[in-house]
């Protein structure tokens, strides 16, 4: 079964408000989190990035949120502008590092109207 | 559901020899497959998109004799990684798209190959 899940497939949003991305996951060795942002025709690119000793972490109009009771994080994104239309991944790695295997989620298509 | 495997998980190959990876999707049938290499700094570059039946739409730079792509049904496409060499040594990841998936472009992300030549 999947281990990383993004329950919703699509999420519309008018420019200027917030944008709440969710992503849950059953595996309890987690303890790195990423998002990830895809344009079509190209690959994830990496957006933010959360370690379990966080619940929290900011970088710009991007802040990701961990809940590990819960196995749950969320990108929110604000003030939402037209560019952020893309479609959104969540992923989980169990080791703290790039080199290890990322478990995603199946992505989340944000679309964020004028 | 939407489960997306790979195999293998880890190989380890010497120079000049081809590898030969396997995604599958387990439980639903996927038109569309695409396969990603991860660099360091966790980016993933699109290598290709393989639709069933027909020929990989390889990225630029991709060199399409090296990394054969073949996506012989709606459940399997497999990578081929010819005359290896250890530049090539990276994680190999594939996700697979269902057709009902076209528009929100919802993807099922396999477990990743890590691929090390010696």
């Known amino acids: 079964d999947q281990q990383v899940k993004q329950n919703s497939p699509s999420l519309s949003v008018q420019e200027g408000r917030i944008s709440i991305l969710n992503c849950d996951y059953t595996n309890s060795m987690f303890d790195y989190f990423l998002w990830y942002k895809k344009y079509p025709a190209e690959g994830p690119t990496f957006l933010i990035s959360?370690?379990?000793?966080?619940d929290k972490n900011e970088d710009g109009r991007f802040t990701v949120f961990l809940n590990k009771s819960a196995k749950h994080l969320s990108l929110h994104i604000v003030p939402s502008q037209p560019g952020d239309s893309a479609v959104y991944f969540c992923a989980a790695s169990d080791g703290n590092n790039a080199g290890n295997m990322l478990t995603f989620g199946g992505g989340t298509r944000l679309m964020v109207k004028p | 559901g939407a489960v997306v495997s790979q195999h293998p998980s880890r190989v380890i190959c010497k120079s000049g020899t081809s590898v030969k990876i396997e995604c599958r999707s387990l439980d639903f049938q996927a038109t569309t497959m695409f396969w990603y290499r991860q660099f360091p700094k966790q980016s993933l570059m699109l290598m290709a998109t393989?639709?069933?039946?027909?020929?990989?739409?390889?990225e630029q730079g991709v060199e399409k004799d090296k990394f054969l792509i073949n996506h012989a049904s709606l459940t399997l496409s497999t990578l081929t990684v010819t005359s290896a060499h250890p530049e090539d040594s990276s994680f190999y990841i594939c996700s697979a798209r269902a057709p009902a998936d076209y528009y929100t472009d919802t993807q099922y992300f396999g477990p990743g190959t890590r691929l090390t030549v010696l």
């Open positions: 393989s639709n069933e039946g027909s020929k990989a739409t390889y």
């Open positions: 959360i370690s379990s000793i966080k």
